[in-house]
């Protein structure tokens, strides 16, 4: 991707963004634009107080130059903007979560008590979409179409579950979407059924298509407002630039449509759906070919997403390489790996050669290898040249395939934001079962292997896209504020690491390492200013960071409103 405006210069911008960005220059410094002074200013070199931006660029730091305008800092902390390597914003925007929203940690009640609100505002026959249900919350509650029928006996209803990859349906739902007692699985997931084969009402991983594509589409003007809204959110937290983890052409126009608008100021990578949880994109190729007409000057069409596997959870649709400890009575024992290898080498192999990044949702140890043994096909007929893949994820991985993430210079990708309190991990607990979750998002792993490893939320999986929690957690393996209760906290990392995790390797994976990701003379003037130094204060208080600026290619994109 790129920085630079629309000019006739940035027209190769738009075939190939990420080469479009000039190399940094660091010769002595012309009169800057504006000089901050006073701050607290993390650098590769130490911390400096002044930093001149002149442009979209960073022209000086630690000196003093002419500049137009002067800002104090007055102490503040500065840091590298932040990225989020696997989140949803569009899917979020075009509804893809559904309108009725359930927190995560709802019981029974209160749970079937928002969808019956939700059904009362609806019309007559209205399809009710929504989430998020969490299995372990509801022992003693059927998890059974019946149970919603009761509260809704005659509009259709479809809830995700935490994972986004089950979904719970009602009768009517089920009657819509042709799903009965003789209604085989799809290739890649799961009708559940009860003892006399009837579908209770949970459907997994590509069995949910089956209802979600029965939901009639959003009006594209309505996901672009949206969209538009989850920016602003997400340059409030301190992110300049993130991965669009699966993005359909309709969300691609919505895009491009932004960008042209002036409103796209954020670094994004979209990634095209090759497949959602295992179901084929009838538009993929198509897509694909076209996707250059959507680029722009910072949306980076050049990157595929393709799902290994699903969760591992009671559903048993994360691959492992060993047996599940606990989970529902007819679910896979090692779970389901959602392509054929050899075919997705080749594909791996292909899109590997024409320059495209390949994303892989792999939560599962098996997963994880079989995404690795696809880019190691690639590597081996391409070399090494081609872009940085992305394993997703990356919940549980083998020891051994730990040192070929450095070796086939792909990228491991956790999520520090699924730690706890989220209630997934208790079903992640019980269904894996230990030691194996003893090495849970193993990043300290991954960062001793020498791998470049990078950090994503799975907002809107995830209740809050904000990196403050995922940072602190990432240290602490705890609660947000501390806990008790640890999760895998073998695999804690330190706070520079952690930093490091949401900058300059998030900007590396994205081909943008040598122009971004951390304050340096010549790169882009991407940086955030805090309201305290997190390197200062207890490591359980970094969730409570506010950003009080946001700056993006030397624009200030975000100013928190003063109280």
């Known amino acids: 991707m790129t920085a630079s405006t629309i000019t006739a210069v940035s027209a190769l911008a738009l075939l190939l963004p990420c080469a479009a960005f000039a190399k940094p220059t660091r010769g002595a410094p012309r009169r800057a634009d504006v000089l901050f002074v006073g701050g607290h200013i993390y650098t590769p070199t130490g911390w400096h107080s002044t930093m001149a931006v002149r442009g979209r660029r960073i022209v000086a730091i630690g000196k003093r130059v002419k500049a137009r305008q002067v800002m104090d800092l007055k102490g503040r902390t500065v840091l590298p903007g932040l990225y989020d390597m696997h989140i949803h914003p569009v899917l979020q925007a075009n509804g893809g979560e559904g309108g009725c929203r359930i927190p995560q940690d709802a019981g029974p009640q209160k749970l079937l008590e928002l969808v019956a609100a939700c059904v009362k505002a609806a019309k007559p026959g209205e399809w009710i979409g929504g989430g998020q249900w969490q299995a372990s919350l509801l022992a003693g509650t059927p998890i059974t179409a019946a149970t919603l029928d009761a509260v809704s006996p005659d509009n259709p209803v479809m809830l995700f579950d935490v994972s986004g990859h089950s979904v719970w349906a009602n009768s009517r739902a089920l009657a819509l979407a042709g799903i009965g007692p003789d209604t085989p699985n799809p290739e890649g997931g799961i009708i559940e059924r009860d003892a006399a084969g009837k579908p209770t009402g949970v459907l997994r991983e590509t069995a949910g298509r089956m209802l979600t594509a029965k939901i009639p589409p959003q009006a594209l003007d309505k996901t672009e407002r949206y969209l538009a809204g989850h920016l602003t959110m997400l340059a409030g937290l301190g992110i300049v630039g993130y991965v669009e983890a699966m993005a359909y052409r309709d969300d691609l126009k919505v895009y491009a449509a932004l960008a042209d608008k002036g ?49 591992p959870t009671e559903s048993h649709t994360g691959a492992m390489l060993d047996d599940y400890q606990a989970g529902q009575p007819n679910a896979p024992a090692k779970g389901l790996l959602l392509f054929d290898p050899a075919a997705m080498a080749a594909n791996v192999t292909q899109w590997d050669k024409q320059g495209v990044t390949v994303m892989f949702h792999a939560a599962g140890d098996r997963a994880v290898r079989a995404a690795l043994d696809a880019v190691a096909a690639a590597r081996k007929a391409n070399d090494m040249g081609g872009p940085i893949h992305q394993v997703g994820h990356s919940t549980f991985v083998d020891p051994a395939d730990m040192p070929r993430f450095k070796a086939l210079n792909t990228a491991v990708e956790f999520s520090p934001y699924l730690w706890d309190p989220q209630p997934i991990n208790d079903d992640i607990t019980a269904a894996v079962g230990n030691p194996r979750m003893d090495r849970v998002w193993p990043i300290r792993e991954g960062l001793a292997a020498g791998a470049l490893v990078i950090a994503g939320s799975d907002w809107a999986v995830v209740p809050s896209p904000n990196p403050w929690i995922g940072i602190e957690t990432a240290v602490t393996r705890r609660n947000p504020g501390g806990s008790t209760r640890s999760f895998g906290l073998n695999e804690a990392i330190t706070l520079p690491q952690a930093i490091t995790m949401f900058t300059i390797a998030a900007a590396r994976r994205m081909g943008m390492g040598d122009m971004a990701g951390s304050l340096e003379v010549g790169k882009l003037a991407d940086f955030i200013v805090l309201d305290r130094d997190p390197f200062a204060i207890p490591v359980t208080q970094i969730h409570q960071t506010r950003v009080q600026e946001t700056w993006i290619g030397g624009q200030q994109v975000f100013k928190l409103p003063k109280d």
């Open 263 to 311: 409103l796209l100021k954020h670094r994004v990578q979209a990634c095209i759906a090759f497949s959602e949880s295992g179901k084929p994109n009838p538009e993929f190729e198509r897509t694909l070919a076209d996707r250059k007409q959507f680029a722009r000057a910072t949306f980076n069409t050049d990157c595929v997403k393709v799902f290994a596997d699903g969760v």
